[in-house]
């Protein structure tokens, strides 16, 4: 085969040919329907004059990779060019081998290539078909597990000897495109464990959020769609949009801060013709900043090292004034140290959440770190609530609670939701080091509550456990739906990001004994990427800010921004899972059907507890199915009581609720028939439930 050795004949070949690489970028999408999404899809990309895949992926394999050899051995497949379908081939073993359609080997998805026994030691080829009308430079992402070689009409375009797990989007490679039929080359070697595969290719930002949006439409990929529809906001491929903080404006422009330094204005975000969506640079040279508030004109902006008013005194939308309001918390350089807010209280005052550096046990090498700090109007810093560990982020809600999500990790169980009151102590030892009654002889041992060494420092439970493996890895901020209905039948209701599974959950609160409790369910997965920062838009639309940031995350982009909207029609859910003194009560967003409500049949429920400990993160421990003795449906339809015995409704545990069996009037299952609530307190007497 030919030998490529750098990119530059690249650009020159393509312009050469009279096509310059910005040309794919400035079409027009000619969207064209068919009977079916990938139909819609090819038939779109044609009709719109851009390459595109056909066809499936055939394999050949395996061959030897015996102590790694296989990246540099040339077997004869990579001779062969355009590679002969029909032809067979002496592989590992000596034992003949052909290519094979690879049915389960699909785009934009990563694939487990167990395409034969034993892929262990052993290296595959994948060839794929791409069609494009006219010479192009078009962006491609592979993933590997684990080396990975690539050539295109003979050309190598890319090889990379590594040893890892396949991810999406782990390379980045221009593909030069000739007019009429290509072909893809593909040779995955793997050393242990399972063989993987990702490939993508990537679309002009602008083009690809407009097919998307269209293919939604007609096409909804999975039952959530229906209900709530996700957009991309195409974002410019020269910026690296990795985001930290969202806030909308009072005339209806974003601003997006990224952890690289960068606040980014855009304008129109919200529109349908997404040539209108423009990005603006607002400000450049900020430390990691993490969160921001608007107030007024003023923007307040998180920082690593301070909270800054940042403000565009001219109004050019272009920041011209940077004022420090505090810097009083620590600092020491740690990668870890974080500073997440700030959120502003009805009081004009602000709450940061610090982060702990990255060492287990009792280490915080910096001043403040691990707590909640509250700055006042005149810049004072005052030490609020300590034990945080990883408080991705904090906000107030609408009554002026401030809660915040932690993540789990050593002394947290879970990723949890948690109610923020002065002076409480939420479980992380580290910030013990900057609390008074602290001493550094004594650090609990593994399993041991702190409060067994000082009962003055009880730890505090959180209002709500997040499910670690079925719900929420990472969970980020937490938002109040109060746009009056705007978003659904959620109103008053707290939606939080969940980073690593690029999802949004949803959290029912209740105040019970004085103290935020309640339960969280699924709301809507499906995004490009891990979801970290959430703001409402006045006429409904949730916007989304995304990242993975080095740490990965379901979806396939490294980082982006989309919205969610309402589509009208109300999903059948459990919109309420509320404790009473008989059990538990359950509200529906539309009414059941009475026969399979009222049958206890049609749920399940359990408790289960975690462990306190130095350890990362606990399993869900004492695991205890929990009776329902009796299911009444009251007159409206909407609501449900689950009569569970007096004994077995136990505070410090979480219930797990399955309703699979129950059906709408209308004969659907629920959309999200499993919730989980965290019982902290039982209620003395039936009263209705305050929320937030």
Not at 255 to 280: K, M, Q, Y
Not at 686 to 692: E, G, S
Request: some cysteine; aromatic content about 12%; overall charge neutral.
């Amino acid at each position: 085969m030919k030998r490529l050795t750098g990119y530059g004949f690249l650009l020159v070949w393509l312009c050469a040919a009279g096509y310059p690489p910005e040309a794919l970028a400035q079409r027009q999408l000619h969207y064209v329907r068919k009977a079916t999404r990938q139909e819609t899809i090819e038939a779109t990309l044609a009709a719109t004059g851009l390459p595109r895949a056909v066809g499936p992926w055939y394999f050949l394999g395996p061959f030897d990779n015996v102590a790694g050899t296989g990246f540099r051995t040339e077997y004869p497949p990579e001779r062969d060019w355009p590679p002969d379908l029909k032809r067979t081939y002496r592989g590992r073993a000596g034992q003949e081998v052909r290519w094979r359609k690879a049915v389960r080997v699909l785009d934009n998805q990563v694939n487990n290539l167990q395409l034969y026994p034993n892929v262990e030691n052993s290296c595959v080829y994948l060839y794929r078909r791409l069609v494009s009308p006219r010479r192009a430079l078009v962006t491609a992402t592979f993933g590997s597990d684990d080396t990975i070689t690539v050539w295109v009409n003979g050309y190598k375009v890319l090889a990379r000897d590594v040893e890892r797990a396949v991810a999406p989007d782990q390379d980045e490679v221009q593909l030069p495109l000739k007019k009429g039929v290509n072909h893809l080359l593909v040779k995955i070697c793997n050393h242990g464990g399972p063989m993987g595969f990702y490939f993508a290719l990537r679309l002009p930002a602008r083009l690809e959020a407009e097919l998307q949006r269209r293919l939604e439409e007609d096409f909804p990929s999975d039952p959530e769609s229906l209900y709530y529809r996700i957009y991309t906001i195409p974002v410019p491929e020269d910026i690296v949009l990795e985001v930290g903080g969202l806030v909308v404006r009072p005339d209806g422009k974003l601003l997006v801060c990224t952890r690289r330094g960068e606040i980014w204005l855009v304008e129109n975000p919200d529109a349908d013709d997404l040539s209108r969506v423009r990005f603006r640079l607002f400000a450049s040279g900020l430390h990691e900043p993490l969160g921001m508030t608007l107030v007024g004109n003023d923007l307040y902006v998180c920082q690593r090292p301070e909270l800054t008013l940042v403000r565009d005194t001219d109004g050019d939308d272009r920041a011209d004034e940077f004022i420090t309001i505090s810097d009083a918390w620590g600092l020491s350089g740690d990668y870890h140290e974080f500073a997440f807010g700030p959120a502003r209280a009805p009081d004009g005052s602000f709450f940061v959440a610090l982060n702990v550096g990255f060492q287990w046990g009792h280490q915080a090498k910096a001043p403040w770190r691990g707590w909640c700090v509250r700055i006042t109007p005149d810049g004072r810093f005052i030490p609020w609530a300590s034990g945080l560990r990883s408080p991705n982020t904090i906000a107030v809600a609408p009554d002026g609670t401030v809660f915040y999500c932690d993540n789990q990790g050593e002394w947290v169980a879970a990723c949890k939701l948690v109610e923020v009151r002065r002076g409480e102590f939420y479980g992380h030892v580290a910030s013990l080091r900057w609390h008074p009654r602290w001493r550094e002889d004594r650090i609990p041992q593994k399993g041991q509550r702190y409060d067994a060494l000082d009962p003055s420092l009880h730890v505090t439970p959180p209002a709500v456990w997040f499910p670690y493996a079925q719900l929420s890895q990472s969970a980020s901020e937490p938002v109040w739906d109060v746009t009056g209905g705007k978003f659904g039948p959620f109103a008053g209701q707290c939606f939080v990001g969940e980073q690593t599974k690029s999802l949004i959950m949803r959290v029912d609160l209740e105040r019970v004994g004085g103290r935020y409790q309640g339960a969280c369910f699924a709301f809507r997965s499906g995004f490009q990427c891990g979801v970290n920062r959430l703001a409402f838009a006045p006429d409904g639309t949730l916007y989304v800010g995304e990242t993975d940031r080095g740490w990965g995350s379901v979806g396939g982009k490294p980082y982006g921004l989309q919205r969610v909207v309402f589509t009208g029609r109300v999903p059948f859910e459990i919109k309420h899972f509320r404790v009473k003194p008989y059990g538990f009560e359950l509200t529906f967003t539309l009414p059941v059907d009475r026969r399979t409500a009222a049958s206890v049949e049609s749920y399940s429920l359990e408790s289960y507890t975690y462990h306190y400990w130095s350890t990362y993160g606990s399993p869900e421990i004492d695991r205890r199915p929990v009776s329902i003795t009796r299911a009444e449906v009251d007159a409206s339809g909407l609501r449900v009581r689950l009569h569970v015995p007096r004994d077995q409704l136990r505070t410090g545990r979480v219930y797990q609720l399955t309703a699979a069996g129950v059906r709408s009037a209308e004969g659907n299952p629920l959309l999200h028939p499993e919730g989980f609530y965290t019982l902290n307190r039982l209620p003395t007497a039936d009263t209705a439930a305050a929320r937030p």
